[in-house]
C-alpha cells in the first residue's frame, strides 16, 4: 500500500511540475536551434539580475580573483593543487583558475567550504588533462576520483579529466576508478571529456549541468544519485565488457529529486552489449530525449539490477530518440514511452533548477 500511494504522489508531482515549466526554458527538439536557444536564456549576469540568487551576484560582480597555472613556470603556479590550495576555506567571491596545455598528474580535492571555483582550460582546441591512477581498492570508489568536488557553485569549461588506472579484468577487487566526483550542489561542465573505465563520472550529488562534454566508459559510468542535465554530450561505450552500462542511478526513494536527464546527447560504441540504465537503488530515475542512440545498446534498453521488485519504482523514460539503439519494440517492460506532457520536465532547464544559478561561462 505504501508503494501504491508514493507511485500517486509522484505522478501528481510530477505534473505539477509539468504544468510550471516555462516555455523559454524548454531545450527546442532542433539540435541545430539549441546554442542559439541557450545563449538567449543564459544571459549575461547583468540581465539575470531579477532571477539570480543574491550570493551568486556578489560572487560574480567585482573583485573576482584569477590564478593562472602554467607548467613552464610563465603563471603564478605550475600545479592545479597549489591553485586550489590558494582559494580560501569560506570563499564568497569567484575565483578563475587557468589551466595551460599539459598534462596534470594530480589528485585534486575542493573541500565543502571552498566555492565558486571556476577550472578553465586556455585553449579548447588543447585542453589541459588532469590525471591520476587513484581506485576502489586504494581509496575507496567514490574517493577514487582525479579530482573531487565538495564545494557549491564550481565551474570547468575546455578540460580533460581522466583516471589512468588500468582497465577492470573482473578478477581483481576495487578496480573501478573514477574520473570525477561531483558532490557539491551547482556546478556546470562545458566542453569537457571525461575519461576512464567503470564509474567515470560519480554524479553524486545536487543539481549538475553538463554541455558539449565527452564521458566514456564501460560499466556504470556514469552513477549517483545527483539531479543532472546532460545536454549535446557524446556518452561512448567503451567495447571488450559481456555487458556494458551508461548510468546508474541511485535514486532511493519516489518522492527524492535526484535524476539524470539526457538531451541531445550521442550514445556511440560497438559491440550491442550495453544498456542505457540501471536500477542502483529502487527509485532510479534516468531519461533520454532527441538523442541519436547509436547500435551498441541491446534491445531491451534497460536493467532493473536483478531486483524485479525495483520495477514497480524505477523511471526509465524515452521521447523521440533516433538510431538503430532508439528502437523501442524489444524494450523491457517497465521503461516508459514518455509523452509530450510526461517528457516536459526531462527537457527543461527548470529540471535542475538553473534560473537561479547557471551563468554564461566568464570571458578570460
Given at each position: 500500500m505504501a508503494i501504491k500511494?508514493?507511485?500517486?504522489?509522484?505522478?501528481?508531482?510530477?505534473?505539477?511540475?509539468?504544468?510550471?515549466?516555462?516555455a523559454q526554458t524548454l531545450i527546442p527538439e532542433s539540435e541545430a536551434e539549441v546554442d542559439t536557444w541557450f545563449q538567449s536564456v543564459i544571459k549575461p549576469i547583468s540581465e539575470l539580475k531579477g532571477t539570480l540568487e543574491p550570493s551568486i551576484l556578489e560572487a560574480e560582480n567585482g573583485g573576482v580573483e584569477t590564478l593562472d597555472v602554467r607548467q613552464d613556470g610563465s603563471g603564478k603556479f605550475k600545479t592545479?593543487?597549489?591553485?586550489?590550495?590558494h582559494v580560501k576555506v569560506?570563499?564568497?567571491?569567484?575565483?578563475?583558475?587557468?589551466?595551460?596545455?599539459?598534462e596534470y598528474r594530480e589528485k585534486i580535492q575542493l573541500e565543502r567550504m571552498q566555492s565558486y571555483i571556476t577550472f578553465y582550460g586556455t585553449d579548447p582546441?588543447?585542453?589541459?588533462?588532469?590525471?591520476?591512477?587513484?581506485t576502489a581498492a586504494e581509496f575507496g570508489a567514490v574517493d577514487s576520483a582525479t579530482l573531487i568536488v565538495e564545494s557549491d557553485?564550481?565551474?570547468?569549461?575546455?578540460?580533460?579529466?581522466?583516471?589512468?588506472?588500468?582497465?577492470?579484468?573482473?578478477?581483481?577487487?576495487?578496480?573501478q576508478a573514477a574520473a570525477i566526483r561531483i558532490s557539491g550542489d551547482r556546478a556546470a561542465f562545458y566542453n569537457c571529456k571525461f575519461t576512464g573505465f567503470q564509474n567515470t563520472i560519480c554524479d553524486d550529488q545536487g543539481n549538475h549541468f553538463f554541455k558539449d562534454c565527452y564521458v566514456?566508459?564501460?560499466?556504470?559510468?556514469?552513477?549517483?544519485?545527483?539531479?543532472?542535465?546532460?545536454?549535446?554530450?557524446?556518452?561512448?561505450?567503451?567495447p571488450g565488457d559481456g555487458e556494458a552500462i551508461i548510468a546508474a542511478h541511485a535514486r532511493k526513494d519516489l518522492d527524492d529529486e535526484g535524476g539524470y536527464s539526457f538531451v541531445h546527447c550521442k550514445v556511440t560504441g560497438t559491440g550491442g552489449n550495453a544498456i542505457l540504465g540501471t536500477a542502483w537503488f529502487q527509485a532510479a530515475r534516468v531519461v533520454y530525449s532527441y538523442c541519436a542512440i547509436g547500435d551498441v545498446i541491446r534491445p531491451e534498453g534497460w536493467s532493473d539490477n536483478k531486483q524485479p521488485e525495483y520495477q514497480k519504482t524505477t523511471y526509465f523514460g524515452e521521447y523521440k530518440n533516433?538510431?538503430?539503439?532508439?528502437?523501442?519494440?524489444?524494450?523491457?517492460?517497465?521503461?516508459?514511452?514518455?509523452?509530450d506532457i510526461e517528457?516536459?520536465?526531462f527537457i527543461s532547464l527548470e529540471f535542475i533548477d538553473a534560473a537561479k544559478w547557471l551563468i554564461p561561462l566568464p570571458k578570460i
Open positions: 500511494l508514493n507511485v500517486i504522489l509522484a505522478s501528481f508531482l510530477l505534473v505539477n511540475i509539468t504544468f510550471t515549466a516555462s592545479i593543487s597549489d591553485a586550489v590550495k569560506g570563499n564568497t567571491k569567484r575565483v578563475i583558475i587557468t589551466i595551460g596545455p599539459g582546441k588543447n585542453r589541459p588533462t588532469i590525471t591520476f591512477a587513484g557553485y564550481f565551474v570547468a569549461a575546455n578540460l580533460i579529466i581522466s583516471n589512468s588506472a588500468p582497465r577492470p579484468d573482473g578478477k581483481k577487487k576495487g578496480a566514456e566508459g564501460t560499466a556504470d559510468f556514469i552513477f549517483g544519485e545527483a539531479k543532472s542535465l546532460y545536454l549535446n554530450t557524446e556518452l561512448h561505450v567503451i533516433t538510431g538503430p539503439g532508439a528502437d523501442i519494440k524489444k524494450r523491457v517492460p517497465y521503461f516508459k514511452k514518455l509523452t517528457v516536459k520536465p
